[in-house]
């Protein structure tokens, strides 16, 4: 269940099915299914959500202003005192 490992989970059910049926918890098995089929979600999510980040590090490598905080931002207050921005007071 924490590998994630789909094969050898539906491997080890038939391999020990007949012991499962006898034990009569078979059906509360293969509802575990389910925890290693979130397990391997979860590693994927991981895997692309590192290489999503490897690949806007190589993106912005020669960027400086990638790197740099955002201080072209306008302040609220300067939204606020342009009419941009509404205050819920109002």
């Known amino acids: 269940m924490r590998t994630g490992d789909l094969k050898m989970f ?3 059910i038939e ?5 499962l049926v006898r034990n009569r918890i078979l059906l509360s098995v293969e509802k575990l299914r389910v925890v290693v089929q ?7 999510h991981q895997v692309v959500k590192q290489d999503i980040e490897i690949a806007h ?3 912005n490598k020669d960027n400086p ?6 201080t072209n931002l306008l302040p ?4 606020h ?7 819920k007071r109002q």
């Open 10 to 12: 539906d491997e080890t």
């Open 38 to 44: 979130r397990t391997l979600f979860k590693k994927i």
């Open 57 to 59: 590090e190589n993106e």
């Open 76 to 79: 609220l207050q300067a939204l």
């Open 81 to 87: 005192d342009t009419g941009s921005v509404k205050s």
């Open 15 to 19: 391999t020990n099915m007949e012991q």
């Open 65 to 70: 202003e990638a790197k740099a905080p955002r």
